[in-house]
């Protein structure tokens, strides 16, 4: 997949979780920071309502992707950085946000809330990410 293709994918990714977002939790989300906040509590709520009825394999992955690629576009808007195809292991790939040699799998973050801890803040770890990236 060419990079511009997988920033279009990306972006696009972003706003079906803005999207998701609205009609079916009926949270306005903006691609801010100041919008992380809120979707920590949507992911929370997925979270919890993951643990009555768990969700199919591909509910989840899409939820994890569109939100992953949310978290990524608000990185992107406060400091850059681009999104590449990791294929190291071909029987695994992912995407990941890079800035400054340093790699970010947010679609892997949203999973790890979601799945294992709905208390781990991806406001602080985005806003932790961009601090560290601006050093």
């Known amino acids: 997949m060419l990079n511009t293709e997988l920033t279009e994918l990306m972006q696009q990714s972003a706003k079906d979780a803005v999207a998701f977002a609205k009609d079916e939790h009926q949270v306005e989300l903006d691609l801010t920071l100041e919008s992380l906040p809120l979707v920590d509590v949507l992911l929370s709520n997925i979270a919890h309502q993951q643990q009555k009825q768990r969700l199919s394999d591909a509910h989840m992955f899409a939820l994890c992707n569109i939100f992953g690629a949310y978290l990524g576009q608000v990185f992107i808007s406060v400091v850059g950085g681009e999104w590449v195809h990791q294929t190291a292991d071909e029987s695994a790939p992912y995407v990941s946000l890079n800035y400054n040699n340093k790699e970010f799998p947010l679609a892997s973050l949203v999973y790890h809330?979601?799945?294992?801890?709905?208390?781990?803040?991806?406001?602080?770890?985005?806003?932790?990410?961009i601090s560290n990236a601006m050093q």
Do not use: E, F, G, I
């Open 113 to 129: 809330k979601v799945t294992k801890n709905p208390d781990l803040s991806v406001n602080d770890y985005v806003r932790q990410a």
